[in-house]
């Protein structure tokens, strides 16, 4: 069972390796302006997936901690467990959001902004509706973690959490999916046109040879890193727990 559970694991790395050997080495064809820099695609758009699918998690358990604290639901369990992988799977989704955006802004950086020199500010980042898009996202997450961040009591701030996360995962479809395709701008899906992940003329097979391992690979490996934080933050919990019941038969004895 243990070596089941750890081939996704060697799976998620195997592909990753695969991603950055290749997809560094191979000889690629020429993908419009973008030359070399082409590569990053391999990088910049898997970010985006792993982020979609860490916030999808986050929410799920968001909505799981508010049915098993419903008094007419018949649920078993700690709660503040629910409320624990909605945490650190959106802290794991605002990580590959600031890498999706660095990624991206380097990417830009090469194909946008070449002709500007590198100390003004629109050689980095020129306000593409997609670019802010994904700030606006950062943004409303970071909001996520400082709401919790306002509470001590730990079911007030669980209960709040989840209903903000709710709406800030239906915030993000449309500023991921639906905004920057209707607005003009640098960015090769603006204005609907596709030239990126599932475009047949621009975009080859050897492309998605490489782009889909790698989107899997990350997002196998964001799972085992969720896991890993969640493990230790239960842990936490549990020691804080022990920790209580301890000091309440202290102050009854």
């Known amino acids: 069972m243990k070596m089941g559970r750890n081939i996704y694991k060697a799976v998620g790395v195997g592909l990753i390796l ?26 910049h758009v898997p970010m985006w997936f792993t ?57 830009g950086r090469v194909s946008w902004g070449q002709n500007i020199p590198s100390n003004e500010f629109a050689a980095w980042w020129v306000w593409d509706p997609i670019q802010t898009c994904a700030l606006i996202t950062l943004l409303i997450y970071l909001g996520y973690f400082l709401l919790r961040s306002s509470f001590a009591e730990p079911e007030q701030r669980a209960k709040i959490a989840a209903v ?12 991921f999916f639906v905004i920057p395709r209707i607005l003009d701008g640098l960015h090769p899906t603006a204005q609907g046109e596709n030239t990126g992940l599932f475009d047949t003329k621009n975009v080859t097979n050897i492309y998605r040879m490489v782009l889909y391992p790698s989107a899997l690979g990350f997002i196998l490996l964001s799972i085992w890193i969720y896991q890993v934080r969640v493990r230790i933050s239960s842990l936490d919990l549990r020691i804080e ?6 000091s309440y038969k202290n102050q009854q004895s």
């Open 18 to 43: 695969y991603a950055l050997i290749y997809g560094m080495t191979a000889t690629l064809p020429v993908m419009r302006t973008l030359e070399q820099s082409s590569r990053n695609l391999f990088y």
């Open 164 to 175: 903000y996360n709710i709406f800030a995962f239906a915030a993000l479809i449309p500023l």
């Open 241 to 246: 727990h022990l920790m209580a019941e301890k």
């Open 51 to 107: 982020e979609v699918v860490l916030m999808a998690i986050s929410v799920f358990f968001s909505i799981k901690y508010l049915r098993m604290t419903d008094p007419e639901a018949k649920t078993s369990g700690n709660p503040l467990i629910a409320d624990t992988r909605a945490r650190e799977s959106a802290l794991l989704g605002v990580l590959f959001n600031g890498l999706g955006l660095i990624t991206g802004i380097i990417w």
